[in-house]
């Protein structure tokens, strides 16, 4: 860490040591752990950007905050202690970004896991509003996918993705949002009906350069609250064209928001990681880029990032977690506060926001119960599954390590969550679903939970063969990590590692020799 004599002289640094004392002390008092310091990297910065100190705003959630002064972890909305460096921000002009990437009309994230119970719009809407009760400057902002996921919906699920969209949209509505970029990916997957949905939001939608159809879209625009700093937005997309293309955009919206006011400019980026770093490279001017179009991953960047001296802003996909940059008005000032708010589950929801998401679950239980209903039927002469009791009716060694295997109580655990009949989770939590000859939710008292078929195949042919060691088509007599990956993904296992696993399968009576009796 940068001594506070070289940032200042003996008297910064007097007031250096004082501030972290106090902070350490406030922390203790809140029993919210050992308090940590940060120190901004020393780079030269231009008037037209903003450089380092971080802090935690006031009414956030649990996560991490680097502050040039002083940083705070695991606090909450309700304990977390004043930080000098962002009281000092909000007393004065400033702009404040509170970025969501790649949201994809995603109510809550998934859950399986421990750390991913965070996030959701039943705590991001009224955290974002109590933010911005306490700081009027506040602008949320997107980018990325904000209708549409990786994975298309599959046949049968068109009418639970389309009203989740609508609802997830609904939900947005007086929140303080300043702007959204307009995806490609988005309208790729989504088409006429997520360009009548963008349309109809009454979102501040932004996009240049390519041919996206959507009414009401405007290059880029600023966002101006009396007394704070101008704030300019503009979006960027691939679909705009090469890196040097998109330099030239982004060069041409810097320059236009300037000669507006702006005293901050930020990019809304849909060009993924690396090519916003490279962007923020070629156009230093920028002051903070916001990254969409992110992979699946579960980390928030809890400490902010830079390139040169832009701030690159990342946040985990599907409204995990919100990035928060506040930054002075322009001029030499170089604080700035940061917080990565991964917000628990264990922090208050908002009533009418829980009463609409559970309206949505309601009605989307209906739909899937007409269009989900029908199992698909298997080509002639093709495998069926089964169901577990028949591979148990010879296998009769497994069954210990069956009913012990947290995959045969999967099931269960939609049912506790009220999700038994959602779309979105249904399918890792059953044997064969909509595959042919598998289950949908006519059958699932065979096919409940995941049991043998789901990692070896449908098993009708296997049963039926008089000679049960010869190849049988969609048979997998010793499955690899192929089959777990379906559904132990990035965004859903964010820890799996089938080495690991592997070993916790293989037990005796299942792919070991059964115990002697």
Not at 30 to 42: I, K, L, Y
Not at 242 to 252: F, G, I, L, P, T
Request: glycine content about 10%; hydrophobic content about 45%; some cysteine.
């Amino acid at each position: 860490m940068t001594p506070p004599a070289e940032r200042g002289g003996w008297r910064r640094g007097l007031i250096y040591a004082a501030a972290l004392l106090v902070t350490l002390a406030a922390c203790r008092r809140q029993a919210v752990g050992p308090a940590t310091t940060g120190a901004a990297p020393p780079a030269a910065a231009p008037p037209s950007t903003a450089p380092p100190s971080t802090a935690p705003p006031s009414t956030a959630p649990s996560a991490t905050a680097q502050v040039a002064i002083a940083a705070e972890s695991d606090a909450t909305a309700s304990d977390l202690p004043v930080d000098a460096t962002r009281t000092a921000l909000l007393a004065g002009p400033h702009a404040t970004v509170a970025a969501v990437v790649d949201w994809s009309s995603v109510l809550k994230p998934c859950g399986c896991t421990d750390e991913l119970q965070r996030g959701g719009v039943e705590r991001i809407v009224p955290w974002l509003r109590r933010l911005h009760a306490a700081d009027p400057a506040l602008a949320v902002v997107h980018a990325g996918q904000l209708l549409t996921e990786v994975e298309p919906p599959r046949e049968g699920e068109q009418g639970q993705r389309a009203l989740r969209q609508q609802t997830f949209l609904r939900l947005l509505v007086g929140l303080p949002i300043a702007g959204v970029a307009v995806s490609s990916e988005d309208l790729k997957q989504g088409g006429d009906a997520a360009r009548a949905l963008l349309a109809k939001a009454g979102l501040p939608l932004l996009a240049d350069g390519w041919a996206h159809g959507v009414e009401g879209v405007v290059p880029h625009r600023l966002h101006s609250v009396p007394g704070q700093a101008p704030l300019g937005l503009f979006a960027l997309d691939p679909g705009a064209g090469d890196h040097e293309v998109q330099v030239q955009a982004a060069q041409r919206h810097v320059a236009a928001l300037r000669a507006k006011g702006a005293a901050r400019v930020v990019a809304l980026s849909n060009l993924g990681l690396r090519g916003s770093r490279r962007l923020a490279r070629a156009v230093p001017e920028l002051d903070a880029i916001v990254v969409g179009a992110v992979p699946e991953r579960f980390e928030p960047a809890e400490e902010v990032e830079r390139e040169g001296t832009t701030f690159v802003l990342e946040a985990p996909r599907q409204g995990a977690s919100v990035a928060v940059l506040t930054l002075p008005g322009a001029g030499q000032d170089r604080r700035f506060a940061y917080h990565a708010a991964a917000l628990p589950w264990t922090e208050p929801t908002d009533p009418a926001t829980t009463a609409a998401v559970r309206a949505y679950e309601a009605e989307a239980a209906r739909i899937n119960a007409t269009a989900l209903s029908t199992p698909r039927a298997a080509a002639p002469g093709a495998a069926r599954y089964l169901g577990q009791q028949a591979c148990l009716g010879c296998h009769a060694a497994v069954q210990p390590f069956a009913a012990a295997d947290r995959h045969h109580h999967a099931f269960g655990t939609l049912k506790r969550q009220g999700k038994e009949r959602d779309a979105d989770c249904v399918g890792c939590h059953v044997t064969g679903w909509q595959q042919p000859g598998g289950s949908a939710f006519a059958n699932l008292e065979t096919l409940q939970h995941v049991q043998c078929e789901a990692c070896h195949g449908p098993g009708s042919l296997h049963v039926a063969a008089a000679d049960k060691a010869s190849p049988l088509a969609g048979f997998i007599r010793r499955p690899g990590e192929t089959q777990c990956l379906h559904c132990h993904t990035p965004e859903h296992a964010p820890r799996f590692d089938f080495s690991v696993w592997r070993g916790r399968l293989l037990v005796p009576g299942h792919g070991l020799p059964a115990a002697a009796r």
